[in-house]
């Protein structure tokens, strides 16, 4: 059973009297361990379904299973509670609370969860070692460098243990070999069998994964299926690709 | 999240915008201490006029006291025979709902007495029966009240208030003992009276304690110019008391036959409203009209029965001449909780439209505050903050606000009261009460709640996709 099934999803805008198709009919299975990438021009539906898949919206048609749940008609509620359990969100503006230290903006997930202060701290504290900023805890955000900053981010989306990571152009603000470090941040947190959707318009960075799922115009227009591609062969091509 | 640190956020936001947020709790602060004060002085006047109430003698009594005839009797003037000895025998015989009476028969335009070589004014000067003092709560405490022979025999003897003495022989503050004047002879109009007793000193429960307070204290040394103090000598005393104090009393018949009889009859035969003697002089016979009767009946359920009685008998003895009238105390009574009551609502409405204003100020700072934490609050819905998150999180921001401004209007209330009293010394000090203070705190959590409602609504239904776009 895949991690996330996608089943005819379509989500649908209606701007003025004009009906706009951001995602049309689109179906995909994304397995758990899967490093996988969503790639597309902007206004092609790549953000819409990171936030259908990111339970950060709801589809107009269709159905999606998350881990096991629907999740295509679930309420405000639990949506919530399973973007906090189940997803961690990177984002092209890292999104940190500029008023909380490094420590506490990775606490905020659990806060949510109603973890305790000591496991908060410690796990908080964990999540940052795994991302090497450990001795910044005290920091505030705006006295870290960018990658630093986009390191925090991935700390506080992993605090929770997610079931996906969402990380939407998240070398978009860096410089390139920032981004690079961003990136094989990512491919090593894969390495350990996590599940991470990169989302970007940048071929380049969609290069890195195995597998990659290319929309336009609200549909899949081609699915590089590792299975099918040879996942040995891209595994190893991906680094040079990068590189 | 749960509520600690919902709380702990509040103050947290609170200490990042410290400037911007104290202006906005002086709204809530402004509101609190003036709700408090108010009804401080409310409470401080109600306690006052009770106690004055209690001191002129409970609700059970009932004033008899002249009064012009209506319109239609005008004709009847030459036969009204005004309130005399004989409507309290009257009253005696045929009121069983009256219980205890006391005829008055006051000095024409107060009088003056004088002894120890002083002459003063008294405010109070009155023919009685022993019976006033149970009506009008006075204690003799020294000496004796004079009794029915006093009164039979119309002995030249009185018994004086302590406002008397302070003036003719000196106060117990000014001596440093107290004087107790009885035996000794006092001059009421020229005649020699003998005093035999002498009442206690009344004041109010505040008055007491501040002359406690000020005997505990060294005296000072009088510097400056002595400066007459006027009457009474107790600066802010109360009316009721200082004219307690200022009181002579001598038997009824004394009165009658020794003062009256003795008084030129010039204010008397021709100065005379009405009664038997208008218009042909009685020379040596006094007027032996009542100044007030009071009476006192079984019940204050019975009030308006033991008025009907009175009235039937009154009717009687005057042959349905009308020339007196009722004063009751409930009349007071019913002034004084009228008064109460305007004051506290008029008061409650200021202090009300101050706390208003303040949940406004609130609550536009709230709405400000969330339009500039718009991304903020995207973020936090994107790591899984629920709507009752956001909406709980917005809301204990504002109540943490209101919380704060009321504590602090609370303890800004103290001094405000402190002031109030040093502005305009009244004779009755604000008494800030627990309920008040309790009250207006409550009305500040309360404000806190409804000026937060609104953005906190508008807050949890923010959109995580848009929030997280705004700039």
Redesign the interface.
Known sequence: MALVELRNVSKIYHLGGEEIRALDDVSCDIHEGEFISIIGPSGSGKSTLMHILGCLDSPTHGTIKLDGTMIHDASARELATIRNRKIGFVFQFFNLLPKLNVLQNVELPMIYSGVGGKERRERAMDALKLVGLENRSKHRPSQLSGGQQQRVAIARALVNSPKIVFADEPTGNLDSNTGEAILNLFRSLSSQGRTIMLVTHDPEIAAVTPRRIEIRDGKIALKVDPKLAGLDRLHSAAPAAAS | ??LL?AIVLGF?EIW?HKFRSLLTMLGIILGVSSLVAMSALVKGMEVGMKEALIAIGGLEKIRIEPQELPVEQRHLAEQAVGITINDVYALQASAPLVIDYSPEMRMPGGGRVSANGKSERVWNLAGVWPAAVRMNEHVVAHGRMFNEIDEEHARSVCVIGTAIRDELWGSPEEKGEEIIPVGETIYINQIPFTIIGMFQHYESEQERKKRELEALQPKQQQTGPVRDRGWGGGGGQSFVFRFKNNTVYMPLNTMWMKIRAGFVPGGQGGGQRRGPGRGEPEIGLADPRLSSLEVKITDLDQLTPAIQQIHNVLMTTHKGVEDFTFRTQEDWAENIQRFIRNARISGGLIAGISLLVGGIGIMNIMLASISERV??I????????????VFVQILIESVVIAVLGGIAGMITSYALVQFISKLAPTENTPIVTATALLLAFAFSVGIGILAGLIPAVKASRLN??QA?RYD
């Open positions: 999240m749960d640190n947290k990042a991304r903020e995207g973020i936090r819905k994107s790591i899984g903050a629920t709507d009752s998150d995580p996709i997280l």
